[in-house]
């Protein structure tokens, strides 16, 4: 399988409207299975549009994507890409639909077929990763935006996914829930492509950082 890319993206071409200027010109993108990828580029240039487009929920002019090789063309070959890359939104608002933390963090794994039983446990044990188990019974709502960014993080890994796709995953941490998903990830062997303003945070989880110019990706030093 080694020299397979685990996704691959060719020839992105991107803007929102035809009177806006480009975003993605002709860009590139390799994610390895075992490629863990820093995105670090200034407010505005793409980063959160990127995420959306490799998933699926806005289309670009241009792309060739393929998984494992396979292209990706329709909206069943982005669903392919959605179950194997967990995509950890940037406004923790859009990712929280339930009352209650734990039907937020068991509805992935439920929706992907778990048991109930397992499901709970799959949340309780992502609950505890990111040192909010007492949350559980809380209701969404009543949280702060770092609590409920450190629930939308633990949604995503209660189902346990293979890559991860986070987008600003830091913003309203406290240094300790920073250094605890820091943790989280360090142990988590798996493909992610991480968006992040915090270039110490993107270091100490990233491989590689990848910065965004002329509408292209490109290796930061
Ligand atoms: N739905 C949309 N329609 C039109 N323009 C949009 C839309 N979403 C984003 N944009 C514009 O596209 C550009 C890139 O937005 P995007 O959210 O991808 O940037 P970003 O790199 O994630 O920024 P940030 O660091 O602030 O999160 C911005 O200029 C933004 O205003
Ligand atoms: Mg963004």
Redesign the pocket.
């Known amino acids: 399988m080694s020299g397979i890319h685990l996704l691959q993206v060719r020839n992105l071409s991107f803007r929102?409207?035809s009177g806006?200027s480009p975003?993605f010109d002709g860009a590139s993108l390799d994610i390895h299975p075992e490629d863990q990828i820093g995105l670090w580029?200034?407010?505005?240039?793409?980063?959160?549009?990127?995420l959306?487009i490799i998933t699926g929920l806005?289309t670009p002019q241009r792309m060739d994507l393929t998984l494992d090789g396979e292209p990706v063309l329709d909206e069943e070959g982005f669903r392919r890409v959605r179950r194997r890359f967990g995509f950890v939104l940037?406004n923790p608002d859009d990712q929280l639909f339930f009352p209650e933390v734990i039907a937020d963090v068991m509805f992935g794994p439920l929706n992907i077929g778990m048991t109930e039983e397992e499901a709970r446990k799959s949340a309780e044990e992502a609950l505890a990763a990111m040192g909010i188990a007492h949350l559980a019974g809380s209701e969404s709502f009543h949280l702060s935006g770092g609590q409920k960014r450190l629930v939308t993080i633990a949604s995503i890994l209660s189902m346990k996914p293979e890559g991860l796709l986070l987008?600003?995953p830091t913003t309203g941490l406290d240094a300790r829930a920073r250094a605890n998903l820091t943790g989280v990830l360090r142990s988590l062997p798996g493909p992610r492509l991480v968006?992040s303003?915090n270039r110490d945070f993107l270091s100490a989880v990233s491989n590689r950082i990848l910065g965004?110019r002329d509408g292209r990706l490109v290796p930061l030093a």
Do not use: M
């Not at 200034?42 to 990127?50: C, E, F, P």
């Open positions: 929102y409207g806006s975003l580029a200034d407010n505005g240039t793409g980063k959160t549009t990127l959306r806005v940037q987008d600003e968006v303003h965004i």
